[in-house]
């Protein structure tokens, strides 16, 4: 019986009703050993499976003695539902078997944990599903990374999740209720329930123990009638935490203490038993074949039947279990270490795999290279699996193991990358200082290693600290691939000279794809001699298959000045990242590709991609992602005519972009409020800040950017009287774009020279060649206005009437009033166009519905998005009457 939990309780029935009706969400529940968090886990339990509508319930406690075992948690809260991994997307069924060691397995952890979200959601697909995790401070990380995955992205789904954690144990983003001591009143009943005491004596212990309930309750079972009757002191202190259980362990006979021992090491029955019996012996290490036989009896379980007597352990068929996690805590503060050290030996005789190396480890004193490198294997099965952050730990430990200096700065790096890989960059930078260290100190150092020290050095950097730093650290390497680095880092900054001479240097490595656009960006940077290598790499990109690769080809066309094939490239990036490769790179991934649906024409997309990468960058660590990700949502704002959400995204992006010198982000954070004064017709102050961006240097600034920008600066210009200026800038423009080859590119010169010259010619041409809907609004209106103004309003109408209803179908609200504004002066009476359908439609159901029309099934729709299919379905349902259509052929129709 639950005393005085009312609030809680509310708590627990408002999430599992709200995830039976299709509203999934998550509530982790903090607060000290002992204070009863298990118990609202299992009133929870027994909530859901009374509801009317039966809920399924799955559960998972984190064990201490598996905290280093990737994916060991996750394995045992899904374990009930594997037989439904058939219905996942192939690349989700694919991660998640592979984690749980029923395929082969798949490096990626975001695709495991998309995928445990969309097997929670097939669960649920009756009444709904709760998932009960207790102990989740010691979940093995692999498997916490993908539950708060799946917490922090429950919506539509019928999933309700508590995660009962105790200590600092690390659960961002989701929403907490902090678990408390009971209140006076409802303490003294739970008092009056275990015994009878004394008023002066209840109220004494409710004070000592801050109304915690395990405390209270196995204080009382301690202490004499006289105590409880207030005849005699209370012990001063209180025993408290594993103080609670220790006088009970410290009784038990020898045999029982060993079987608790390895019992808090292993929780099978056999091994248990096996163990403790070779202990006994005073052999610590069993070999595999003497686990066969008869059950043990004697002394092993007999000890195994005291420490049951006493109520400390349970066994549930061929599982022991501790009464409270406090119990073990108690057995191995009761322990001394060479007792530690003889059971994990005792243990690691016994078992193979990951297991086996753990318990080599802690068995282990000083260094041993046999151990270190089962331990490394241990840590590469973790690694192919998706579990990076467990993998790290395990390097980590091996490298601590290791004898030889430079195989053990190798580890340290590889730990390192890990780490890194597994969104922890603090302690990726902890492990990468011990390389270095080790490294420069060893004798007859290994020049490859010091190298992939520095790149690894330089990446971090990169993605999280002074990009211009980064490009120093990766500039200094002799290899093509820390050159390539160095050359992104460069990009990054926005340093012209720095690429100019990286593509320099490339010339002396053999030719390559990467190498080529290396040295066709520093050329084009130079004297605009690189255009045939960029061409080239931009030809090739049927024959690329990773999305580094496509990457940058991406930056190969947008050296060219070709825009729109930069952003379709990027597309394919983010298309590629999503089902493979690029682990750990996809928030820099969406980077671009949110870039490039936004230059597309398709802003909704591009903030829902933008809000999607930044998530994601801010879980792994990556602040100058996050930068770019804020950056991209100004302009989206800046877009809509938002302005106070595009000064504040714009203001957090620069505030991380500025001190880092990430010129990239930099610039285009100062485009988004250039293009918010530009769509509110404050001319002047565009202009003004379109010319600060033309005068930005390295780290605040970036050539693409001014390049990009240019159209958008002659507007202002010409619209500020600035015609000098407009000139200026339209022969940057013609100079920068002349191997430029794709009919938007050509479009945009032929709108800036109709903008100058006023000749028809030129916007009737560049209206034919427009492919990206937003752009194409502006040349019309553009074009609309010099009409009107010429005294020709019947031609100036329809073509603002078109801009007119592209805008408002884009959102674009500051350009759909301009655009009104100039339809009215042009003679129509005219009123907003009824709002377009595709308007009513979410960010999130504007992908989904753009995808399903362009033909992908619900489970393509899921990888790429990583949602579950039944979410892709959820929205469909919503989708259809937004559109006023009943099928998916309808929808193709609508694109």
């Given at each position: 019986m639950?005393?005085?939990?009312?609030?809680?309780?509310?708590?627990?029935?408002?999430?599992?009703?709200?995830?039976?009706?299709?509203?999934?969400?998550?509530?982790?529940?903090?607060?000290?050993a002992?204070?009863?968090?298990?118990?609202?886990?299992?009133?929870?339990?027994?909530?859901?499976?009374?509801?009317?509508?039966?809920?399924?319930?799955?559960?998972?406690?984190?064990?201490?003695g598996?905290?280093d075992?990737?994916?060991?948690?996750?394995h045992?809260?899904?374990?009930?539902?594997t037989?439904?991994?058939?219905?996942?997307?192939?690349?989700?069924?694919?991660?998640?078997?592979?984690?749980?060691?029923?395929?082969?397995?798949s490096?990626?952890?975001?695709?495991?944990?998309?995928?445990v979200?969309?097997?929670?959601?097939?669960?649920?697909?009756?009444?709904?599903?709760?998932?009960?995790?207790?102990?989740?401070?010691?979940?093995?990380?692999?498997?916490?990374?993908a539950?708060?995955?799946a917490?922090?992205?429950?919506?539509?789904?019928?999933?309700?999740?508590?995660?009962?954690?105790?200590?600092?144990?690390?659960?961002?983003?989701?929403?907490?209720?902090?678990?408390?001591?009971?209140?006076?009143?409802?303490?003294?009943?739970?008092?009056?329930?275990?015994?009878v005491?004394?008023?002066?004596?209840?109220?004494?212990?409710?004070?000592?123990?801050?109304?915690?309930?395990?405390?209270?309750?196995?204080?009382?079972?301690?202490?004499?009638?006289?105590?409880?009757?207030?005849?005699?002191?209370?012990?001063?202190?209180?025993?408290?935490g594993?103080?609670l259980?220790?006088?009970?362990?410290a009784?038990?006979?020898?045999?029982?203490?060993?079987?608790?021992?390895?019992?808090?090491?292993?929780?099978?029955?056999?091994?248990?038993?096996?163990?403790a019996?070779?202990?006994?012996?005073?052999?610590?290490?069993?070999?595999?074949?003497?686990?066969?036989?008869?059950?043990?009896?004697?002394?092993?379980m007999?000890?195994l039947?005291?420490?049951?007597?006493?109520?400390?352990?349970?066994?549930?068929?061929?599982?022991?279990?501790?009464r409270?996690?406090?119990?073990?805590?108690?057995?191995h503060?009761?322990?001394?270490?060479?007792?530690?050290?003889?059971?994990?030996?005792?243990?690691?005789?016994?078992?193979?795999?990951?297991?086996?190396?753990?318990?080599?480890?802690?068995?282990?004193?000083?260094?041993?290279?046999?151990?270190?490198?089962?331990?490394a294997?241990?840590?590469?099965?973790?690694?192919?699996?998706?579990?990076?952050?467990?993998?790290?730990?395990?390097?980590?430990?091996?490298?601590?193991?290791?004898?030889?200096?430079?195989?053990?700065?190798?580890?340290f790096?590889?730990?390192?990358?890990?780490?890194?890989?597994?969104?922890?960059?603090?302690?990726?930078?902890?492990?990468?200082?011990?390389?270095?260290r080790?490294?420069?100190?060893?004798?007859?150092?290994?020049?490859?290693?010091?190298?992939?020290?520095?790149?690894?050095r330089g990446?971090?950097?990169l993605?999280?600290?002074?990009?211009?730093?980064?490009?120093?650290?990766?500039?200094?390497?002799?290899?093509?691939?820390?050159?390539?680095?160095?050359?992104?880092?460069?990009?990054?900054?926005?340093?012209?000279?720095?690429?100019?001479?990286?593509?320099?240097?490339?010339?002396?490595f053999?030719?390559?794809f990467?190498?080529?656009?290396?040295?066709?960006?520093?050329?084009?940077?130079?004297d605009?001699?690189?255009?045939?290598?960029?061409?080239?790499?931009?030809?090739r990109?049927?024959?690329?298959?990773?999305a580094?690769?496509?990457?940058?080809?991406?930056?190969?066309?947008?050296?060219?000045?070709?825009?729109d094939?930069?952003a379709?490239?990027?597309?394919?990036?983010?298309?590629?990242?999503?089902?493979?490769?690029?682990?750990?790179?996809?928030?820099?991934?969406?980077?671009y590709?949110?870039?490039?649906?936004?230059?597309?024409?398709?802003?909704?997309?591009?903030?829902?991609?933008?809000?999607?990468?930044?998530?994601?960058?801010?879980?792994?660590?990556?602040?100058?992602?996050?930068?770019?990700?804020?950056?991209?949502?100004?302009?989206?704002?800046?877009?809509?005519?938002?302005?106070e959400?595009?000064?504040?995204?714009?203001?957090?992006?620069?505030?991380?972009?500025?001190?880092?010198?990430?010129?990239?982000?930099?610039?285009?954070?100062?485009?988004?409020?250039?293009?918010?004064?530009?769509?509110?017709?404050?001319?002047?102050?565009?202009?003004?800040r379109?010319?600060?961006?033309?005068?930005?240097?390295?780290?605040?600034?970036?050539?693409?950017v001014?390049?990009?920008?240019?159209?958008?600066?002659?507007?202002a210009?010409?619209?500020a009287?600035?015609?000098?200026?407009?000139?200026?800038?339209?022969?940057?423009?013609?100079?920068?774009?002349?191997?430029?080859?794709?009919?938007?590119?050509?479009?945009?010169?032929?709108?800036?020279r109709?903008?100058?010259?006023?000749?028809?010619?030129?916007?009737?041409?560049?209206?034919?060649?427009?492919?990206?809907?937003?752009?194409?609004?502006?040349?019309?209106?553009?074009?609309?206005?010099?009409?009107?103004?010429?005294q020709?309003?019947?031609?100036?109408?329809?073509?603002?009437?078109?801009?007119?209803?592209?805008?408002?179908?884009?959102?674009?609200?500051?350009?759909?009033?301009?655009?009104?504004?100039?339809?009215?002066?042009?003679?129509?009476?005219?009123?907003?166009?009824?709002?377009?359908?595709?308007?009513?439609?979410?960010?999130?159901?504007?992908?989904?519905?753009?995808?399903?029309?362009?033909?992908?099934?619900?489970?393509?729709?899921?990888?790429?998005?990583?949602?579950?299919?039944?979410?892709?379905?959820?929205?469909?349902?919503?989708?259809?009457?937004?559109?006023?259509?009943?099928?998916?052929?309808?929808?193709?129709r609508?694109?």
């Open positions: 639950l005393y005085g939990r009312s609030a809680e309780t509310a708590a627990i029935d408002d999430l599992i009703g709200a995830a039976a009706a299709g509203a999934g969400r998550a509530l982790v529940l903090r607060g000290e002992g204070v009863g968090k298990s118990s609202l886990l299992d009133l929870a339990a027994s909530r859901a499976t009374a509801m009317a509508a039966p809920v399924v319930v799955l559960r998972a406690q984190g064990v201490e598996e905290a075992l990737a994916f060991a948690a996750l045992q809260l899904l374990r009930p539902v037989g439904l991994l058939g219905t996942l997307p192939g690349p989700q069924r694919d991660a998640v078997s592979g984690a749980l060691g029923l395929a082969a397995p490096a990626d952890r975001f695709l495991v944990s998309a995928g979200l969309s097997l929670l959601a097939e669960a649920a697909a009756g009444g709904g599903l709760l998932c009960l995790a207790d102990d989740f401070q010691w979940f093995d990380r692999a498997s916490a990374d539950v708060l995955f917490a922090r992205r429950l919506r539509t789904e019928k999933v309700s999740m508590l995660l009962a954690v105790r200590g600092d144990g690390q659960c961002k983003g989701v929403p907490e209720l902090p678990v408390g001591g009971l209140d006076p009143e409802s303490a003294v009943r739970l008092l009056d329930s275990k015994a005491v004394a008023p002066g004596v209840r109220a004494q212990l409710v004070s000592l123990t801050g109304g915690n309930p395990l405390v209270l309750g196995e204080t009382v079972a301690l202490l004499s009638a006289d105590r409880l009757a207030g005849r005699a002191p209370l012990p001063d202190p209180l025993p408290g594993e103080q259980f220790g006088e009970q362990v009784r038990l006979s020898g045999d029982a203490r060993r079987v608790l021992l390895v019992a808090s090491l292993e929780s099978d029955l056999s091994l248990v038993l096996y163990a019996a070779h202990l006994s012996a005073g052999d610590p290490s069993p070999g595999p074949e003497e686990t066969s036989g008869n059950p043990l009896e004697g002394r092993p007999a000890g039947h005291e420490a049951e007597s006493v109520g400390l352990v349970t066994v549930s068929g061929e599982k022991m279990r501790f409270h996690p406090l119990v073990r805590s108690a057995v503060a009761s322990a001394s270490s060479v007792e530690l050290r003889r059971a994990h030996a005792a243990l690691a005789g016994l078992v193979e795999g990951d297991r086996r190396a753990w318990h080599l480890a802690a068995a282990t004193v000083g260094q041993d290279e046999a151990v270190a490198a089962a331990l294997a241990s840590a590469a099965r973790a690694q192919a699996r998706g579990g990076y952050g467990d993998a790290a730990n395990a390097l980590a430990r091996a490298a601590e193991l290791t004898p030889e200096p430079l195989t053990r700065a190798r580890r790096k590889d730990a390192s990358a890990a780490a890194w890989l597994g969104g922890r960059p603090g302690q990726a930078q902890t492990y990468l200082a011990d390389a270095r080790l490294a420069a100190l060893a004798t007859g150092a290994d020049g490859g290693l010091v190298e992939e020290i520095g790149q690894l990446r971090f950097e993605n999280s600290g002074d990009a211009a730093e980064a490009m120093r650290m990766l500039a200094a390497g002799s290899g093509m691939g820390m050159l390539a680095d160095a050359c992104e880092a460069a990009n990054c900054v926005g340093d012209v000279d720095a690429i100019i001479e990286i593509g320099r240097r490339a010339r002396a053999p030719r390559g990467v190498r080529d656009v290396v040295v066709g960006m520093g050329a084009m940077l130079a605009g001699s690189g255009g045939e290598l960029l061409r080239g790499a931009v030809e990109a049927d024959e690329l298959a990773e580094a690769e496509f990457l940058w080809a991406s930056a190969a066309a947008s050296y060219l000045g070709e825009a094939a930069a379709e490239l990027a597309g394919r990036a983010g298309r590629v990242a999503r089902v493979s490769g690029m682990t750990g790179q996809l928030p820099v991934v969406l980077e590709l949110s870039t490039a649906e936004r230059l597309k024409g398709r802003p909704a997309e591009s903030a829902a991609i933008a809000e999607e990468g930044l998530a994601l960058a801010r879980e792994a660590g990556y602040r100058n992602s996050e930068a770019a990700h804020l950056a991209n949502l100004a302009v989206v704002a800046a877009l809509r005519g938002e302005e959400a595009c000064r504040r995204y714009g203001e957090q992006a620069l505030a991380i972009a500025v001190p880092h010198r990430v010129g990239l982000r930099v610039g285009v954070a100062a485009y988004a409020l250039a293009l918010l004064d530009l769509g509110l017709g404050r001319f002047a102050a565009a202009h003004d379109f010319m600060a961006i033309t005068r930005a240097g390295p780290g605040a600034g970036h050539p693409t001014v390049w990009r920008t240019t159209p958008d600066r002659v507007e210009a010409v619209a009287g600035e015609i000098e200026a407009a000139r200026e800038a339209l022969a940057g423009l013609e100079r920068w774009a002349a191997e430029a080859r794709t009919p938007e590119s050509r479009a945009l010169r032929l709108r800036c109709g903008l100058l010259d006023g000749d028809a010619a030129d916007f009737e041409e560049a209206l034919r060649l427009h492919q990206e809907p937003f752009e194409g609004a502006r040349t019309a209106m553009l074009y609309g206005e010099r009409l009107r103004r010429t020709e309003p019947g031609k100036a109408r329809g073509h603002l009437r078109a801009a007119l209803e592209t805008f408002q179908r884009l959102g674009a609200e500051p350009w759909a009033r301009r655009a009104l504004d100039e339809l009215r002066a042009a003679g129509e009476a005219a009123e907003r166009p009824a709002s377009d359908a595709w308007a009513a439609l979410t960010p999130q159901e504007l992908r989904i519905a753009r995808l399903v029309a362009e033909g992908a099934s619900s489970k393509e729709v899921a990888v790429r998005l990583f949602l579950s299919p039944r979410t892709v379905e959820y929205h469909l349902y919503k989708i259809y009457p937004k559109l006023g259509i009943t099928s998916r052929t309808e929808l193709a609508l694109l």
